[in-house]
Structure formats: structure tokens, C-alpha cells
């Protein structure tokens, strides 16, 4: 059963920052893996879709890698605004049956 | 572009009472899910439709949860009766295609319910 974790849970950094956040899964047979950001009472929002067969993607100050072997993603944010203050989290889609898991989340707070 | 659409976004409701939710999924999407989202933790894939047809559904608790999505397009999750470990945001998503790497899926607002 794959099973998807985020380091760290909540972190809070001043404006102006590079931060870096971890995405681990257990299977390492995946379709694609993606990450999304959640604003409070809101749905969520794609940011970025990772293709098994690909190693990174970016958009903008974002830029997710992922290393399917060792069972890691990582999302870094260059040059961290107030406005990215949001949940963020990650989700694997499995070969197997179309079942896609989500990870926790990590609880961003960028500080003016 | 329309959004999905989610009624009601919030619904407060007693144990062993009945509730139901809509989700209108963005036009000429195929595939169809949703949610469970408990506070603090991610979302967790209750139902996944592909047209009007039942793709996974293996983390439905169907002896109380129960879904359709009739002509294709809207959807209504109902739960029956309801139990205080349902209280969560039920969250309805769409995409495009099926089993396509590169297709995201699209999120609506959610229904915030509290059960007492």
C-alpha cells in the first residue's frame, strides 16, 4: 500500500527566502506525481505534474524534481513571497489501479 | 472557463441523519472523483468515475456511502446515516481523460461537514 509522507509538517520563513519541501512515497512504481497548493477553505490547485519518466518540471519560481528510485520529490521555492502562504502538498498516482494518495501537506507561513 | 462546482459548501447535521452533495464537474471532463479530506490531513480518494461508470471505489465505506453520476456529468455522494469520524471537507474533482500522465485534475471548493 503506498503510503506518502512531507517533511517538514508547517515551516515559516521571512520574505525573500529559498525553501525547499520534501515529498516521500513507499512504491516506487508510480504514473506521475504532482503538487498542489490549498488556501484555507478553498479546493486545490495544481502547480506542478511530474511524468514517471521525467526527472524535473518548472513553472515560474517553482521547480519540482523527482527521484523515483529512492522515492523522493522535492519542491523548491526561489525567492518565497506572502502570497505562497498555503498548504502544500504532494500526490503520487500509482501504476497499479488508477489510485491516486496524497501526502499531509506542509503548512507554509512566508512572513513580510 | 467554469470551475467545479460543490453545493452546498457547508452543511451541519446530527449523527445518524442523512446528507447529500453536488458536484458539477468542468464541461467535457470524462473523469470525475471525490474526496475525503480530514482537518490536517490530505485528501483521500473515496470515488473515482469515468463517464457514468465506477473506475475505483475501493475506499468507499459503502455500507454508508454512496455515489452516482448519471448522464455523465453531475454527481451526488450521499452519506446514510452519518457518524461523527464523517466530519470533513468532501472535496469533488475533475479531469479530462482517463489514465493520461500528463492530465491534471481540477478541484472544486469542497463541502465543510460537521457532524454533531
Known amino acids: 500500500k503506498q503510503e506518502v509522507t512531507q517533511i517538514p509538517a508547517a515551516l515559516s520563513v521571512p520574505e525573500g527566502e529559498n525553501l525547499v519541501l520534501n515529498c516521500s512515497f513507499t512504491d516506487s512504481a508510480i504514473y506521475n506525481l504532482q503538487w498542489f497548493r490549498q488556501d484555507p477553505g478553498k479546493g486545490l490547485t495544481s502547480l506542478l505534474l511530474i511524468q514517471s519518466s521525467q526527472r524535473e518540471q518548472t513553472s515560474g519560481r517553482l521547480n519540482a524534481s523527482l527521484d523515483k528510485s529512492s522515492g523522493r520529490s522535492t519542491l523548491y521555492i526561489a525567492a518565497s513571497q506572502p502570497g505562497d502562504s498555503a498548504t502544500y502538498l504532494c500526490?503520487?498516482?500509482?501504476?497499479?489501479?488508477?489510485?491516486?494518495?496524497f501526502g499531509p501537506g506542509t503548512r507554509l507561513s512566508v512572513l513580510p | 472557463e467554469a470551475g467545479v462546482a460543490q453545493s452546498p459548501r457547508y452543511k451541519i447535521i446530527e449523527k445518524r441523519q442523512s446528507v447529500a452533495f453536488w458536484c458539477n464537474p468542468i464541461s467535457g471532463h470524462a473523469t470525475l472523483y471525490w474526496y475525503q479530506q480530514i482537518l490536517g490531513q490530505g485528501p483521500k480518494l473515496l470515488i473515482q468515475?469515468?463517464?457514468?461508470?465506477?473506475?475505483?471505489d475501493s475506499q468507499l465505506p459503502k455500507d454508508r456511502f454512496s455515489a452516482e453520476r448519471l448522464k455523465g456529468v453531475d454527481s451526488t455522494l450521499k452519506i446514510q446515516p452519518a457518524k461523527l469520524e464523517d466530519s470533513a471537507v468532501y472535496l469533488c474533482a475533475s479531469s479530462f481523460s482517463y489514465r493520461v500522465s500528463t492530465d491534471t485534475q481540477y478541484f472544486g471548493p469542497g463541502t465543510r461537514l460537521t457532524v454533531l
Open positions: 500526490a503520487v498516482e500509482d501504476n497499479y489501479g488508477q489510485n491516486f494518495v
Open positions: 468515475f469515468q463517464n457514468n461508470g465506477v473506475v475505483d
